[in-house]
């Protein structure tokens, strides 16, 4: 079994950053894909970035150029570097890892706002 905990949500100006992480228990987080989703009010949950066991990522085309998914494996922790944040990054951010079976942490809030 496989838990995930995110961190590292929190208040921020727009324009500014945060670096979400996503830490996991267990020992197959190298084998992993992991994948940063978000959550806005009212609306659907949305792929935010992937990044596969080999390393090779990609970002849904809102946060191109913006957001950096990076992970370390010696760590078990994916991270989402967030910059230039805009208040319509507003959401929770969840974390999801799979291989055969599928993980998801709680979320941590992140607000852009004024």
């Known amino acids: 079994q496989v838990q995930l905990v995110e961190s590292g949500g929190g208040l921020v100006q727009p324009g500014g950053s945060l670096r979400l992480s996503c830490a996991a228990s267990g020992s197959i987080f190298s084998s992993m894909s992991m994948a940063w989703y978000r959550q806005a009010p009212g609306k659907e949950r949305e792929l935010v970035a992937i990044i596969s066991n080999g390393g090779s990522t990609n970002y849904a085309d809102s946060v191109k150029g913006r957001f950096t998914i990076s992970r370390d494996n010696a760590k078990n922790t994916v991270y989402l570097q967030m910059n230039s944040l805009k208040p319509e990054d507003t959401a929770v951010y969840y974390c999801?890892?799979?291989?055969?079976?599928?993980?998801w942490g709680k979320g941590t809030l992140v607000t852009v706002s004024s």
């Open positions: 999801r890892g799979w291989r055969r079976m599928d993980y």
